[in-house]
């Protein structure tokens, strides 16, 4: 009895502990997990053996269909037509500047002051002009006064009229010297105004204080440009200058702001090839919308008329690795190889453009950094 009691003890024990043990793997989440893959590598090292294939949803290359493009890098350059020189015609010395590179400035805006012997002397000109302009009509008034009288003879009073004609184009002549130079007749000095002769951003200064300014044949002291519309000058090599055409659109995308996208129009093909490298400049004008500088590196893209066809896969599907990009691409019973693909332009849909690697129909896994990371 002791003895069948004994193995009766036993056995309620054993089946508690089974029970027990069910219990605690039923609540366990980890238990309820599918196992984790197993990985095999091939031979190739880019085709990767895994079991339970199923954890790993695939996606179906599909098909898009694009026009031809071509993408080039150029730079920012100010419109030469709206680039205007700030000039002083006035010799002399700088005696206060008032802008400096970079400022926007006004038409009609202070620039800098001159102090000019030339615009001394214009005016001392101008004066002498005038008075010699009063004596001559002092005189001409007197000689029609004799000539009325029968004093003098008409030969004299043709000669007082031929003096004071002569004295009213000195004194047109010196005013327009004044005006040229820069400076006011009523308000004499020899101090030169110089003024912006357009609205716009310093592009270019070559003048300092108490620098020296010797009229046309020096450096212009300023330039002023207006940026409202810029030029984008690309370098396109002669093997691709057939997918350029003067009229067309072509998308602008700054190094500075990548997630910006500019529209421009192609305005010149530039007809001469730099020997060296074998390219032509192609001019794009573009309007600023305040963001573009002077100088920027840019990148532009220009669109075909003829019609391609690329595949689309969605962006989680391509693992950008040491600087390539990469899918997965199911080869049937757990096998997936990886293949290294060109990849275009995001499209909608989050998907991206593949220029070549895979085609349109390949099953590829959804999400290749998961896959990555698995399999390592």
């Keep these: 009895m002791r003895w069948k009691g004994y193995q009766a003890t036993t056995l ?8 027990a043990g069910c219990r605690d793997t039923k609540g366990d989440p980890k238990a309820e997990a599918p196992p984790p893959p197993k990985v095999e590598h091939e031979g190739d090292a880019n085709v990767i053996q895994v079991e339970h294939a199923e954890q790993f949803p695939l996606a179906t290359v599909v098909e898009h269909i694009s026009t031809s493009k071509l993408t080039v890098t150029g730079s920012i350059n100010p419109d030469v037509s709206r680039s205007v020189p700030v000039i002083s015609i006035a010799t002399g010395r700088v005696v206060e500047i008032k802008a400096r590179l970079g400022d926007t400035v006004k038409k009609g805006q202070l620039l800098l002051r001159v102090q000019s012997a030339d615009m001394s002397a214009a005016f001392s000109d101008y004066r002498k002009a005038l008075a010699d302009e009063q004596l001559a009509r002092t ?6 006064l004799l000539y009325d009288k029968g004093a003098i003879a008409l030969n004299d009073l043709q000669v007082a ?3 004071e004609d002569k004295a009213k184009v000195d004194v047109e002549n010196t005013t327009e010297r004044l005006r040229v130079l820069g ?3 009523n308000h004499p000095a020899a101090i030169v105004d110089v ?3 357009v609205s716009g951003v310093i592009t270019d200064q070559q003048v300092t204080t108490a620098a020296g300014v010797a009229g046309l044949g020096s450096p212009n002291p300023f330039t002023v440009s207006d940026l409202s519309h810029i030029w984008v000058l690309c370098d396109v090599y002669e093997n691709d200058l057939g997918n350029v055409h003067v009229g067309e659109t072509a998308e602008i995308r700054l190094n500075a702001f990548p997630e910006r996208v500019f529209s421009g129009r192609i305005s010149n093909v530039g007809p001469v090839l730099d ?21 920027m590196f840019v990148t ?7 019609k391609e066809t690329h595949a689309a896969v969605p962006a989680s599907a391509v693992l950008h690795l040491h600087d390539r990009d990469w899918v997965y691409v199911a080869d049937g019973g757990g096998k997936f ?8 332009s995001m499209l909608p849909g989050n998907m991206e453009e593949v220029l070549s690697g895979v085609k349109p129909g390949a099953q590829v896994i959804r999400d290749a950094l998961v896959f990555q990371n698995s399999t390592e």
């Design 195 to 197: 003024r912006s002769p």
């Design 183 to 185: 400076g006011d007749i």
């Design 275 to 295: 020997p060296n490298l074998r390219t032509a400049k192609v001019r794009i004008e573009v309007a600023n919308p305040g963001l573009m500088r002077v100088g």
């Design 300 to 306: 532009a893209t220009f669109h075909g008329l003829k």
């Design 12 to 19: 309620f024990f054993a089946v508690g502990l089974l029970v």
């Design 139 to 144: 005189q001409l008034e007197r000689a029609k």
């Design 161 to 163: 009229q031929d003096t």
């Design 337 to 344: 190889r990886r293949v290294e693909l060109t990849s275009g």
